[in-house]
């Protein structure tokens, strides 16, 4: 990624990738909290508030989905840079150092899973992200067509079982109170089984519902909106962005209402799940591509710049700070903190993330004043080219 010299601009990819860090984690703070692992009943208590009821509402309407396909589509993005940066400095190598990137990414998403949480997404992202250099030297209309494919995928498949052709081999275990005794009183042992058990569910169940589909055509749609120019639209082009912002933001918003709207019993529940894949295809995917367009606009003016350069720290921290969602979290939630799993309502677990972020930012900002990198940023730098990085500033 290419950082713009003048003070009056900030880097849009940073901004973008601290704006969905930011909705990942008030996606992940139900399940961090253990609202979504608590019975019906925990969980009716846990919401019973009006503004449980108002927040949970605006996730499932503006956040669900949409923060980590951007996350997906910004990594793709990012691999199409190394890759097109290694081509024009003509740097020996790329693939075992690319690999290594990735072996190293697969062993922070696992030392997370395992001793925090179980729904980590980087060890997915490092074992779809080898796929990636099968495309290397791919035309830009088998990127484009490949990635609609696998998008489209899930709806295949989902097809296909409502027509009983097909089972779905894996589902996540349906929420018990020992789920939350473990997580507030359970003690190491127990934790630890309890998240081996659900890692090996978890991705079984991402595998079987074509989520790992998904995840993967997006990470092409970046490798592909990377080399054909999508950042420079990015940066300049406020025609296309406008277009982009009004087209895919009343198609995603649309139909994110209707699947609010069934949600909540506003119109009759359809039971079908090629239905549900197809609403989840126009409501995500349009909406995500809105918000793209929408921080994109904010960094080229002047007064939303103000505002947004303070994403941009997190950005740059993305990992460090991915990683600090749970350890916060679990401060807070998990046996070795306060206990407090499924016992929070949710407007204080909304709180929690809302002051999560605020840390972060100011956070993130102080650090990158002394620091070149993330702390984790800079183990994964230092072990992908097996020499230490630059860490202080003063250093060259």
């Known amino acids: 990624m290419t950082s713009t010299p003048s003070d009056q601009r900030i880097e849009v990819l940073d901004v973008l990738r601290g704006f969905a860090l930011g909705g990942i984690l008030l996606a992940n703070i139900l399940w961090l909290s253990g609202?979504?692992?608590?019975?019906?009943?925990?969980?009716?208590?846990?919401h019973a508030h009006p503004l449980d009821q108002c927040f949970l509402f605006f996730t499932r309407l503006l956040v669900h989905g949409k923060s980590y396909s951007i996350f997906s589509f910004l990594f793709g993005l990012g691999v199409a840079v190394q890759m097109l940066r290694a081509e024009e400095r003509q740097e020996a190598g790329f693939i075992?150092?690319?690999g290594r990137r990735l072996f190293v990414l697969f062993l922070i998403g696992w030392a997370h899973a395992y001793f925090l949480w179980w729904g980590d997404i980087l060890r997915f992202y490092a074992l779809i992200g080898a796929f990636l250099l099968l495309f290397r030297r791919a035309s830009d209309r088998t990127l484009l067509t490949v990635a609609l494919l696998s998008l489209l995928a899930p709806v295949l498949l989902a097809a296909l079982r409502d027509a009983g052709w097909m089972e779905m081999s894996a589902a996540m275990s349906r929420p018990t109170d020992k789920t939350l005794v473990v997580l507030a009183?359970?003690?190491?042992?127990?934790?630890?089984?309890?998240?081996?058990?659900?890692?090996?569910?978890?991705?079984?169940?991402?595998?079987s519902n074509g989520r790992m589909l998904k995840i993967f055509g997006l990470f092409l749609l970046g490798l592909y909106c990377g080399r054909s120019g999508f950042l420079d639209r990015l940066r300049g082009d406020r025609t296309y962005l406008r277009q982009l912002l009004l087209w895919s933001g009343l198609i995603g918003i649309s139909a994110?209402?209707?699947?609010?709207?069934?949600?909540?019993?506003v119109i009759g529940r359809i039971e079908s799940d090629l239905f549900d894949q197809v609403l989840y295809l126009f409501a995500v995917y349009p909406l995500?591509?809105?918000?793209?367009?929408?921080?994109?606009l904010g960094c080229q003016r002047a007064g939303s710049q103000r505002a947004l350069?303070?994403?941009?720290?997190?950005?740059?921290?993305?990992?460090?700070?991915?990683?600090?969602h749970s350890i916060a979290a679990a401060a807070v939630f998990h046996w070795w903190g306060l206990g407090l799993a499924g016992r929070v309502p949710?407007?204080?677990c909304y709180a929690l993330a809302l002051l999560i972020l605020a840390t972060q930012t100011i956070g993130s900002a102080l650090w990158l004043r002394r620091f070149h990198y993330g702390p984790l940023e800079w183990i994964w730098r230092t072990l992908t080219r097996l020499q230490p990085a630059p860490l202080w500033r003063s250093e060259r």
């Open 35 to 46: 609202y979504l692992l608590a019975p019906a009943t925990v969980r009716a208590a846990l």
């Open 96 to 98: 075992a150092r690319y």
């Open 185 to 207: 009183n359970g003690g190491w042992a127990a934790f630890r089984d309890y998240n081996l058990a659900m890692i090996a569910e978890h991705a079984l169940t991402n595998f």
């Open 256 to 265: 994110s209402l209707l699947r609010v709207a069934e949600t909540y019993g």
């Open 288 to 296: 995500a591509a809105a918000y793209v367009a929408l921080i994109a």
């Open 309 to 324: 350069r303070w994403l941009a720290p997190v950005g740059k921290m993305a990992l460090s700070n991915y990683l600090f």
């Open 346 to 348: 949710l407007r204080y």
